[in-house]
């Protein structure tokens, strides 16, 4: 068991952290991380900057003890030896769920891909980039992934090449941008980005592509790095910034750059996976599953009925910016009235929109008040001791259902901030809690077990797809803090690849100098929802929010839930009850 570092000494450090990783211009012993506007994805980010700090957490120590202080007393040492069998980085791995899913969508996929900006320093020289470059493609295996038969086959054989065998000269494009002003370039970055990605190659191990418009001795440049979506997503891009930083450190120091390796590797968690999904208490996951896929004919509240679902994705896309005066409370204020996260929030606010939405298109109310919704979770959970995923690169994105019953809702008392909205955020923070494993276990039984597979695809999906990516500063004008004016980590598809849902939700929130912003990406199929309809649901998702941010403002408001408490058959009325007795009694 490693030590425990000096408790004064893990305060200062988590008290500096804190501040960094949310953004907040200082954090005290007592504050609060998801009082802060933390979240899960952030908390694997804390994570991976104590470690580099010397401080051993995990993300459950982050999201249970949650205060500066409480996190410093259950701070641990790094281990000072290496594990006696270490796991598999390199060869042929097991496809995980959400690479099945993604072949399972039967349409090009080869420049699939997600992309960051970051600003570069002023004289950076070519080969110092390279060498950064390289550090991260030799540190991180996943960079190093190849699908020998190519994404075109019916069925991928991913193999994870050694150290060295990628080379980021043969992937750094630079292009002289001396006279290119601020304002440009956006546009010229994209189009640079636009042809980088046509020279992605699955079959070949071209995982990744590297822009760099060079400004010269006296300006930032720019850098774009695209990379295959097989082999990142939102959190690998957080680690991955990181080392861009601290990779420069070193070489400023004179220093060869040597990134922390993952303490679980890429090909580890495939094999774990694999073995995770044929487990007997993963099985007896299955009946629930199949239970919260059941068909609801309610539009949007049920299974996709077309086959393809088929977007014209130029057209069929809009984003939309929820301000600051709104996103600041809800996102930091909302989640604490229940004990909750910022994913309970978002999702009662879609919830709700979709219900009130659902009448306004004539399709009338449901006893239940049922409201499916097709889920993504980062997927990087602690399923046994010993896994430490904050380091570790790669597709990682869990997608399982989620049934929200919130009964009878009077959809206009929510829409003003009224009692329903706190009812229902109880109810879908519950809904949510229910879940074990948050959700992982839905891809493992569908894709990975051949007795519990058949009869989950047979249950279809979701009508809609929401996923929330986590917050992201965008204000930052120091090195290799990310540019202005680019999408951070959105998914880039191919033309001609089909939609998994009928209507798809990506959302994050931007850190920038307007202050904090939750931004949404609408994409839909137009061969199952026209444009109106879509933004008719955009604009009431937008409103229940703000009745979601408004109600967090009201006195007297929020409150346990069940699964706050130890006591087992509580209900929430039972809890609402005492709250009640006992406001009496002060």
Same mark, same amino acid.
Request: proline share 7%; net charge negative.
């Given at each position: 068991m490693p030590d425990a570092p000096s408790t004064a000494t893990a305060e200062d450090t988590l008290r500096a952290l804190f501040a960094e990783v949310l953004g907040v211009p200082e954090a005290g012993p007592d504050d609060s991380f998801t009082g802060l506007g933390g979240d899960s994805i952030l908390a694997i980010q804390l994570v991976s900057r104590a470690r580099l700090a010397g401080l051993v957490l995990s993300t459950r120590d982050v999201l249970r003890k949650d205060t500066v202080r409480a996190l410093a007393a259950a701070a641990r040492e790094p281990e000072r030896t290496a594990p006696a069998d270490p796991p598999q980085r390199t060869g042929r791995i097991t496809p995980t769920p959400i690479m099945h899913w993604l072949r399972e969508l039967g349409g090009p996929v080869d420049t699939y891909h997600q992309s960051l900006v970051v600003r570069t320093p002023a004289g950076l020289r070519q080969d110092a980039l390279e060498t950064i470059l390289q550090a991260l493609l030799d540190t991180h295996d996943a960079l190093r992934l190849r699908l020998p038969s190519g994404t075109a086959s019916a069925v991928w054989e991913p193999v994870i090449e050694p150290p060295g065998s990628v080379a980021a000269a043969g992937l750094l494009v630079r292009t002289d941008a001396r006279d290119v002003d601020?304002?440009?370039?956006?546009?010229?970055? =994209?189009?640079?980005?636009?042809?980088?990605?046509?020279? /992605?190659?699955?079959?070949?191990?071209?995982?990744?592509?590297?822009?760099?418009?060079?400004?010269?001795?006296?300006?930032?440049?720019?850098?774009?790095?695209?990379?295959?979506?097989?082999?990142?997503?939102?959190?690998?891009?957080?680690?991955?910034?990181?080392?861009?930083?601290?990779?420069?450190?070193?070489? *400023?120091?004179?220093?060869?750059?040597?990134?922390?390796?993952?303490?679980?590797?890429?090909?580890?968690? *495939?094999?774990?996976?694999?073995?995770?999904?044929?487990?007997?208490?993963?099985?007896?996951?299955? !009946?629930?599953?199949?239970?919260? /896929?059941?068909?609801?004919?309610?539009?949007?509240?049920?299974?996709?009925? /077309?086959?393809?679902?088929?977007?014209?994705?130029?057209?069929?896309?809009?984003?939309?910016?929820?301000?600051?005066?709104?996103?600041? @409370?809800?996102?930091?204020?909302?989640?604490?009235?229940?004990?909750g996260t910022v994913n309970d929030v978002l999702l009662t606010g879609l919830a709700l929109a979709v219900l009130a939405w659902r009448r306004g298109q004539g399709g009338g109310a449901d006893d239940e008040g049922a409201v499916l919704v097709d889920l993504e979770g980062h997927g990087r959970e602690e399923l046994t001791e010993g896994l430490d995923l904050s380091r570790t690169v790669g597709w990682f994105t869990s997608v399982y259902p989620v049934r929200f019953a919130l009964g009878a809702v009077d959809t206009d008392d929510a829409r003003s901030g009224g009692a329903a909205v706190g009812a229902a955020l109880r109810q879908v923070k519950e809904a949510l809690r229910a879940v074990p494993d =948050?959700?992982?276990?839905?891809? /493992?039984?569908?894709?990975?077990?051949?007795?519990?597979?058949? !009869?989950?695809?047979?249950?279809?999906?979701?009508?809609?797809?929401?996923?929330?990516?986590?917050?992201? #500063?965008?204000?930052?004008?120091?090195?290799?803090?990310?540019? @202005?004016?680019?999408?951070?980590?959105?998914?880039?598809?191919?033309?001609?690849? #089909?939609?998994?849902?009928?209507?798809?939700?990506? *959302?994050?929130?931007?850190?920038?100098?307007? !202050?904090?912003?939750?931004?949404?990406?609408?994409?839909?199929?137009?061969?199952?929802?026209?444009?109106?309809?879509?933004?008719?649901?955009?604009?009431?998702?937008?409103?229940?929010?703000?009745?979601?941010?408004?109600?967090?403002?009201?006195?007297?408001?929020?409150?346990?839930?069940p699964s706050d408490v130890s006591l087992s058959g509580i209900s929430q009325a039972d809890l609402d009850d005492f709250a009640s007795q006992l406001g009496e009694l002060l």
């Open positions: 601020d304002a440009a370039l956006p546009e010229v970055m =994209k189009r640079h980005i636009a042809m980088a990605r046509g020279l /992605l190659a699955p079959q070949d191990g071209v995982m990744v592509r590297a822009v760099w418009l060079d400004r010269g001795p006296g300006r930032q440049g720019r850098l774009a790095l695209l990379a295959h979506h097989l082999v990142v997503d939102g959190v690998s891009w957080r680690i991955l910034q990181d080392d861009l930083v601290t990779c420069w450190e070193a070489l *400023s120091r004179g220093e060869e750059p040597r990134p922390e390796p993952a303490r679980t590797p890429f090909a580890h968690w *495939s094999a774990v996976l694999a073995t995770e999904a044929g487990r007997g208490r993963r099985m007896a996951e299955a !009946g629930a599953w199949q239970e919260t /896929l059941r068909t609801d004919p309610a539009p949007l509240g049920g299974i996709c009925a /077309l086959d393809r679902l088929a977007p014209e994705r130029a057209e069929c896309t809009f984003t939309v910016t929820l301000p600051s005066e709104v996103t600041v @409370p809800l996102l930091t204020g909302a989640p604490s009235l229940v004990n =948050k959700g992982i276990g839905h891809g /493992l039984l569908r894709h990975l077990n051949s007795l519990t597979g058949p !009869g989950l695809a047979a249950r279809g999906i979701p009508g809609i797809g929401f996923n929330y990516l986590g917050r992201f #500063p965008m204000g930052d004008e120091a090195d290799w803090a990310a540019a @202005p004016g680019h999408d951070f980590a959105l998914d880039s598809a191919d033309e001609g690849l #089909p939609m998994a849902h009928a209507v798809e939700v990506n *959302s994050a929130a931007h850190e920038g100098p307007g !202050g904090l912003v939750l931004t949404a990406t609408w994409t839909w199929a137009d061969n199952a929802y026209r444009a109106e309809q879509v933004r008719a649901l955009a604009d009431e998702w937008f409103a229940m929010l703000t009745a979601v941010a408004a109600h967090a403002q009201r006195p007297g408001t929020g409150g346990l839930t």
